[in-house]
Structure formats: C-alpha cells, structure tokens
C-alpha cells in the first residue's frame, strides 16, 4: 500500500516505517514505556505520510492554478453533460441556486479496473473552483458513499450541494483511488489519480 505525493506523483515507500521502528526498539530497549513511545512514534511517521502524501495530493492549495483544459466553465445550469479523465468517466448536472452549487450524477470505472481490480480498498473525488485566471477559490471533498465490502458497482450515484464561493468562472474534477484484486494476493492492486494543477 501508498500514498502518493503531490510534487512527483511517485509512491511513498511505506518500507521506511518498518526501517524507523527496529532503530527506535534498538535505541528503546525493551521496557514497556519504551515500546509505547516507539508505537507512538512509528503511529505518527504513517499519519504524517498520509497528510503530506495522499491528503495534499487531493486538495490543492489555495491560489494553485488548474490547467485550462481541465476547467468547466460555470453556467446557471449545465445539463446532463459527460466528464472523462483516465479510468474514470463522470456523468452529471450542474445547477446554481441561491448561492448554493447542486451537482447530481454518477461515477462509472473502466472495465480494465472492475474486472481486474474489483475491489474498492480507497476512493476520493473533489471538484474545486476556480476564478477567471485558474485559481483555486476552494475544494469539495463529494466522494459518493463506497458500498459494503467496497465491491466495484456499475455506477456510483453523485451527489453533493455545497455554497459556490464567489468569484468562480469554472470547477474542476479530481481523484484519487486504489484497487484490489479478489483475492489480493493473485493481482495486488492498482491506483488511479487525475490531479490537474501546476
């Protein structure tokens, strides 16, 4: 399993928590104060992965700038209307209503992924919007709900109304996601981003 960093999109190599906590037991010694602060420790190593990896890879920074062939202009209202990037294929509504942003529709993964990979081990979809120069104004995090077991479905419903900050011109799409085999062990896994900000 990893995460993947936002600067270089590579993977985090979880290796290095196994590496910290038999140099924290070697300096620890084996009294069991000692053995809680190294839990404590490795604890924190996998939590700051997790924020500096994959967290800051979802959202963009304020002010980031989104590549203008990502952007989707913002209308009153966007009829059903189709959105594609990588594995993923997004249809849906966009609406604007009393300040608030109403978006409706459904997630579908490319057949590559459900039939290798069924198994849904993590999933975030954001859509953030941008100001008339790309700027990122603020993010949603608007991930459907993952079934039980997290078995791939045909579709996952999309749904999510939040207030639309002022001064957006566009949003923009963004995910990241892992998938397994069933069982694990005869296909290991696979992992899917689109994060399009410079």
């Not at 069991?32 to 996998?46: A, E, F, N, P, Y």
Request: glycine share 8%; net charge positive.
């Amino acid at each position: 399993m990893h995460c993947v960093n936002s600067d270089d999109e590579r993977p985090i190599p979880f290796e290095v928590v196994r590496l910290v906590k038999r140099q924290l037991l070697i300096q620890g010694g084996g009294s069991m104060q000692r053995r809680s602060v190294v839990k404590i420790g490795v604890m924190l190593i996998c939590l700051g992965f997790t924020v500096c990896g994959c967290s800051k890879f979802l959202k963009p920074e304020l002010g980031a700038v989104a590549k203008k062939e990502a952007r989707i202009p913002i209308a009153e209202a966007i009829p059903a209307s189709i959105w594609q990037a990588g594995e993923l294929r997004t249809s849906y509504s966009f609406a604007e209503k009393e300040g608030m942003a109403i978006l409706t529709g459904n997630i579908v993964f490319d057949r590559s992924i459900s039939y290798s990979f069924p198994v849904i081990a993590r999933f975030f979809f954001y859509i953030s919007y941008v100001d008339e120069a790309g700027r990122v104004l603020a993010s949603f995090d608007i991930t459907p709900i993952i079934p039980t077991y997290g078995s791939i479905p045909e579709n996952l419903p999309l749904k999510a109304a939040h207030p639309l900050p002022p001064g957006s011109k566009a949003f923009v799409f963004h995910y990241y996601g892992e998938f397994r085999s069933n069982p694990i062990n005869e296909g290991g896994q696979w992992t899917i981003h689109h994060f399009p900000f410079d």
